[in-house]
């Protein structure tokens, strides 16, 4: 398994270029809804927030096993959550 370092700077980087883009598409495309750009820069900075939150505090953090497991989770929420707010940015026009 990873350490929580290199988690946490997944986490960063996956939601520095999901912001990233976000803003690209509002400079190139003059018509980008305000609304949805704001909820999904602040839809991925909060589910970022939330990710760090539960690295910092494992839940079982004395049994190696589960903490595994939970750690495993984590990273399948992140890649799922991430991957959904990417497409909501692709689709900003």
């Known amino acids: ?3 929580v370092r290199n988690l946490k ?13 976000a803003y690209v598409r509002k400079i190139l495309f003059s018509g980008v809804d ?4 704001k909820k999904v820069v ?3 900075l909060l589910f970022r927030s939330s990710l ?3 690295i910092n505090h494992p839940a079982e ?3 190696p096993q ?10 399948k929420e992140m890649y799922q959550k991430f991957s959904e707010l990417a497409n ?3 689709e900003l026009k």
């Open 34 to 37: 305000e609304e949805a750009f």
């Open 9 to 21: 700077k997944d986490i960063n980087y996956l939601a520095g270029e999901i912001v990233t883009e």
């Open 61 to 63: 953090a004395k049994d």
């Open 1 to 3: 398994m990873a350490s």
């Open 42 to 44: 602040t839809d991925t």
């Open 52 to 54: 760090l939150k539960k």
């Open 88 to 90: 909501v940015v692709s």
């Open 66 to 75: 589960k903490v595994k497991k939970y750690f495993q989770e984590v990273r």
